[in-house]
């Protein structure tokens, strides 16, 4: 049974450009969140998506925007990219109303410079 | 609203020796807590959860912790101290109802060192 896996492992962006990362949930699971880790932080809420809808938002500016397909992935978008958007970026994946546990993917480390 | 504060940012122990790491909540509702342990460079691994059933909360590895409502507290302990529980460990809080259900908020992280 596959974990929560995202893709790339390692991005390096120039400031103003836009990324895109992705994220495949546990088998069985329809709900996914994103959050941000910054160095030395705890990771930060960013959105979740179930039902291919965001549900819940986090204090993150419209730059940060995402997608849920059928099959339960997600993408997250980040435009006009900032220094200080470098962080690790963790997607979480969970079976809608039944618990409250998150399942983490290993994460993409994003450098911008 | 909720939120966590994690008590220290940094506990030395010896091997063998017990491991306290402390944590203090906020929450609007009856909530669900969890603690996680990240290794350096991996994602974030579950260690134990309490959603309401038993108030002392046995994880993996041979955590526990003990939902104390009247202090708002979730201390995370381990009778016994190991080398490969090295790493940095976060309090999870999440709303089961209101506005901030279903999200997440992480304490800022507890680094627990292992000495020999």
């Known amino acids: 049974d596959a974990g929560v896996t995202q893709s790339p492992t390692h991005l390096i962006k120039t400031r103003g450009q836009q990324v895109t990362l992705r994220c495949s949930p546990k088998s069985g699971h329809d709900t996914v969140s994103w959050y941000q880790q910054a160095l030395g932080q705890g990771p930060q809420f960013i959105f979740q998506y179930y039902e291919e809808e965001e549900r819940q938002r986090g204090n993150f500016p419209d730059r940060f925007s995402g997608h849920q397909f059928p099959n339960y992935s997600s993408e997250l978008n980040v435009n006009a990219l900032l220094l200080g958007d470098s962080a690790l970026y963790l997607c979480?994946?969970?079976?809608?109303?039944?618990?409250?546990?998150?399942?983490f993917g290993p994460g993409t480390r994003l450098t911008v410079t | 609203a909720q939120s966590v504060t994690q008590l220290d940012s940094h506990v030395s122990v010896s091997e063998g020796t017990p491991v306290l790491l402390r944590c203090n909540y906020s929450s609007s509702y009856s909530p669900s807590l969890f603690w996680y342990v990240q290794h350096p460079n991996k994602g974030l691994q579950l260690l134990l959860k309490y959603t309401s059933a038993a108030t002392l909360v046995k994880g993996i590895n041979g955590f526990e912790a003990e939902f104390k409502k009247s202090e708002t507290s979730f201390h995370l302990t381990k009778p016994s101290a190991h080398m490969s529980d090295a790493a940095e460990y976060f309090c999870?809080?999440?709303?089961?109802?209101?506005?901030?259900?279903?999200?997440?908020?992480f304490g800022q992280g507890t680094i627990l060192t292992v000495h020999p």
């Open positions: 979480a994946s969970s079976l809608s109303f039944v618990g409250y546990e998150q399942y």
């Open positions: 999870v809080v999440s709303d089961r109802g209101g506005t901030s259900y279903g999200k997440l908020t």
